[in-house]
């Protein structure tokens, strides 16, 4: 029996007799630390550290799992989301297995929640001075399309020699009259270190910017740990004649009206009938809890009821 | 069971697991913070002449692959016992070979002995543990700026000479490269991350 199917199997009990406290023995936890320490201490630069087993395939976070299994204690209280929502089955899975590995309180309330681990989203929900933010990060290097060769952009962080990513970006525009990047866009941190933001939307990449929480990347295979401090500048890459834009939508949150969060399409029939609702699952069923509703909403509960 | 030694090492944490993980919260809100003072809530084992909260910091850092040095003053049997029997970290054969350094304010050497890391591999400049008299004065002498700080923060000395801090300023042309500095005082402990650019007088 694989741990993995163990705890798919059975959710929310003690924390496993026979392992250690969030999994990893301590050894390889001291060794996280110290590298998180240091990406912390260098903000944008990619420490490198020595990436141990998880009880999930990579690409399933485990990079991320690692930063959070090293950071995890007793009073934390865990969200974990996917694509902005806590119930898919790969946030369920880390929920749970931290759950049975820690025993921690955990929340899909955003503000309730001093440790979050997301894929692909920041939340919409401000974060606050007491929060952590672990991103699961597949491919760190954010020269690693325009330079395969690790010696090479190894030099070129250390010399912040990042002509070849303006060079593609121009080329975007001249191409496509505008940038095409439309996840993972490339940032400069702190003016020094360019960074890859993991692939959250360009929607997203403006909340990295003197952000109040403590912002972790954790990248598994690649074994790569980097760091945002709270209230650190982060610049996405542009140019004066095209600056960096975020993506709109055509139509506000079909359930709860917001125009200020991402939006994810939803295919409602084969006619062509859709609606867009919040991707921020916890954001958006906060504002319609406070009354807010989009054209497709159910009335609200105690309305109905009078 | 083994025969007690002529001396035991002092007591280290009682349960390291879950010390360490508090221990290491602190070290990473007072680096991602720097200037605020936190402190510790809990007690730890340590030998004498050492801050506690120092104490705590190598026991969560020190292993195998941390050669420590320790300052002037605070290399002692007692000290050197207790960091083998609770880390198993080497003591390194020069201060520039060091990864954790442990050094007493009175005694401050240059800080270019120690390891600042290249620009392809900065993480490997030092971490300094600085056992200061005092985190709190009522005149700030110096303005810390950078990631980790909302705006500025005004700072005192801390107990260190002001050639020492205007050594760690200038440390800021060779960027990426530079030490990471705790300064501790009995359970109080502040950040001081490389990023970091300090300037004196008014702000
Ligand atoms: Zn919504």
Redesign the pocket.
């Known amino acids: 029996m694989t741990l993995q199917q163990d705890y798919a199997a059975n959710a929310a009990q003690a924390p496993l007799e026979g392992y250690n406290f969030a999994f990893l023995d301590e050894q390889t936890k001291r060794m996280i630390r110290r590298a998180i320490l240091k990406a912390v201490a260098i903000p944008g630069y990619q420490v490198p550290f020595g990436s141990r087993e998880m009880p999930l395939p990579y690409g399933w976070g485990t990079g991320g799992m690692q930063v959070t299994a090293a950071v995890i204690g007793g009073s934390d209280v865990l969200k974990v989301i996917d694509q902005g929502a806590d119930d898919t089955t790969n946030a369920v899975s880390i929920r749970r297995f931290f759950v049975r590995m820690t025993n921690v309180a955990t929340t899909e309330k955003t503000r309730d929640a001093t440790l979050i681990q997301t894929r692909h989203r920041v939340p919409e929900t401000p974060l606050h001075e007491g929060q952590i933010l672990v991103y699961q990060v597949p491919i760190p290097e954010p020269l690693r399309w325009l330079e395969p060769r690790e010696t090479e952009t190894r030099k070129m962080h250390a010399l912040s020699e990042y002509g070849v990513m303006h060079v593609k970006l121009y080329e975007d525009i001249s191409q496509h009259g505008h940038i095409s990047t439309a996840y993972d866009y490339p940032v400069l941190v702190n003016g020094r270190y360019m960074m890859r933001c993991s692939p959250i939307p360009k929607f997203d990449t403006p909340k990295l910017h003197m952000n109040a929480a403590l912002q972790l990347f954790g990248a598994g295979r690649e074994k790569r740990i980097y760091a945002v401090p709270p209230y650190t500048d982060v610049k996405p890459l542009d140019f004066d004649d095209h600056p960096f834009e975020v993506e709109r939508w055509p139509e ?7 125009h200020d ?1 991402f ?1 994810d399409e939803v295919i409602l029939d084969d006619k062509g009938g859709r609606m867009f ?2 991707s ?1 699952t916890d ?3 906060e ?2 809890a406070a009354g ?1 509703r ?1 054209h497709m909403a159910a009335p609200y509960k105690d309305e109905a009821a009078e | 069971m083994t025969t007690l030694q002529m001396t035991t090492p002092a007591a280290g944490f009682h349960d390291p697991v879950q010390q360490s993980q508090r221990a290491f919260r602190i070290l990473l809100d007072t680096m991602a913070r720097p200037g605020r003072v936190m402190d510790q809530d809990f007690d730890c084992g340590h030998p004498g002449g050492i801050a506690p909260v120092l104490a705590a910091g190598l026991l969560t850092l020190a292993d195998l692959d941390t050669p420590v040095w320790l300052g002037e003053g605070l290399d002692t049997p007692a000290m050197r016992d207790w960091l083998r029997f609770h880390t198993g970290a080497p003591l390194a054969t020069g201060p520039g070979q060091a990864a954790l350094v442990l050094l007493d304010a009175a005694r401050m050497p240059a800080l270019d002995v120690f390891s600042l890391g290249s620009d392809e591999a900065p993480e490997r400049g030092a971490t300094l543990l600085v056992q200061v008299p005092s985190l709190h004065a009522a005149a700030a002498a110096m303005t810390w700026r950078g990631p980790g700080i909302k705006e500025s923060v005004a700072m005192p000395l801390c107990g260190l000479d002001e050639a020492l801090w205007r050594q760690r300023a200038q440390l800021s042309a060779v960027f990426p490269r530079g030490l990471d500095i705790y300064l501790g005082c009995g359970r109080q402990v502040i950040g001081l991350p490389r990023s970091t650019v300090i300037t004196f007088g008014e702000a």
């Open positions: 506000a949150c079909a359930l709860c009206g917001s969060s939006l609702v919040c921020d954001y958006c069923g504002r319609q807010h989009g």
